[in-house]
Nanobody
């Protein structure tokens, strides 16, 4: 059974940075795509970024492109989301997710079958 545990969230001032981590366990992820989503209060859970586990190819939403960087450490089975130049609009719960035998072109919430519990990111103005 896949387990995903996020960490690294917190309170930061606008313009600051945070790095989120997602520790994955339960099986191998060689053919999978790992993703980050976020959900602000009263809003839908939106795609943020994704990475192919084997090749490390990445995709980003337009809203975070150039500010956020997704990466993975295959030896540690961990995915990261480095977030720079944060703004209050980035405030949300951030979720890590796995798309089994995934494709980077699939970025809908329904394409990802396993989810972490989420970590809160709050950016103050």
């Amino acid at each position: 059974q896949v387990q995903l545990v996020e960490s690294g969230g917190g309170l930061v001032q606008a313009g600051g940075s945070l790095r989120l981590s997602c520790a994955a366990s339960g099986r191998t992820f060689s053919d999978d795509v790992m993703g980050w989503f976020r959900q602000a209060p009263g809003k839908e859970r939106d795609f943020v970024a994704a990475i192919s586990w084997m090749l490390g190819l990445t995709v980003y939403s337009d809203s975070v492109k150039g500010r956020f960087t997704i990466s993975r450490n295959t030896a540690k089975n961990t995915v990261y989301l480095q977030m720079n130049s944060l703004s209050p609009e980035d405030t949300a719960i951030y979720y890590c997710a796995v798309q089994q035998r995934g494709m980077l072109s699939r970025r809908n919430r329904a394409d990802f079958g396993s989810w972490g519990q989420g970590t809160q990111v709050t950016v103050s103005s």
